[in-house]
């Protein structure tokens, strides 16, 4: 099966979002969506949300799943603004119970945090299913730049978020909390086992040097052939060697700490002091 596939690129992050449709129906999921936040005056915006939800209300659309493919440290998720405007459950990776006991520490976000991926309405795991209208997705757990990283795989298209990027860019970092290069080398080794033609959708575009335009479809066997980092059968050794050094030179993403402490509650905001306003929390010296 096919789907349909509408990409919707928010250039302030380089984050692609994404529209799968059962093309034998109107039933459709979300993938890694954008709240909008300005760092300087810490005000969000749903503006990229609203084009996601413009565009599912223009072809009346039914949304069946809003899914994360890991906790992004770039951008805030605005799943609960979709599942509020459109509905659908939330879903993300079972290992997001890992992630939320490691930064509710660094957060110190005490005990009244729950740490067992309740805020989320499914938690999967390697091998699960789920369906979008009749088309199946299966889930596959390809950790490495996070623990809790998945891919989602529907039909001949695969959602990969940050495990590779085109492949004229790569592949995604490793040194963040948990995550590891021996590990992503091994879940990449998991989605390049698909078949050739299977389409690989990613969750950043940074335009490689030397390409003019933002891309973020292409294939399991273009991959293979072309990618930076991991084609042409690289073994695993030259690998982490070349994604450890250069994730040594690497700076933490603009948006890490507010994404972080937003995305491991499901893209809901720390609670309200008893006035109603709502803080963040900068962390020194943890990253």
Known sequence: MTPKVKAFFDPDTFTVSYLIQDPDSLACAIVDSVLDFDHASGRTSTA??????????????KVAWILESHVHADHLSAAPYLQQQLGGRIGIGEQIIAIQETF??????????QRDGSQFDALFQERDSFHVGQMRGDVLHTPGHTPACLTY??????????????????????DF??????????????I???????????????KAP???????????????????????????????????????TLAMPRLILPSLQVNMRAGQMPPADEKGDVFLKIPVNKL
Not at 192 to 206: A, C, M
Request: hydrophobic fraction near 35%.
């Open 192 to 206: 390049l086992s698909l078949p050739d033609q299977t389409r690989i959708f990613v969750g950043h575009d940074y």
């Open 48 to 61: 990229s949300a609203d084009r996601i939800v413009d565009y599912v209300r223009a072809n009346d659309l």
């Open 104 to 113: 509710g520490k660094i957060f110190n976000e005490g005990t009244e945090f």
């Open 210 to 248: 030397g390409r003019d335009e933002y891309a973020w479809e292409t294939t399991v066997g273009e991959q293979k052939a072309l990618n930076v980092h991991i084609g042409q059968g690289r073994p695993i050794e030259e690998f982490v060697e070349m994604r450890d050094a250069r994730d040594a």
């Open 177 to 190: 909390p948990g995550g590891s290069s021996e590990m992503l080398f091994n879940s990449i080794q998991k």
């Open 153 to 174: 795989v529907i039909g001949d298209a695969a959602f990969v978020g940050d495990t590779l990027f085109m492949p004229d860019f790569g592949t995604a970092r490793c």
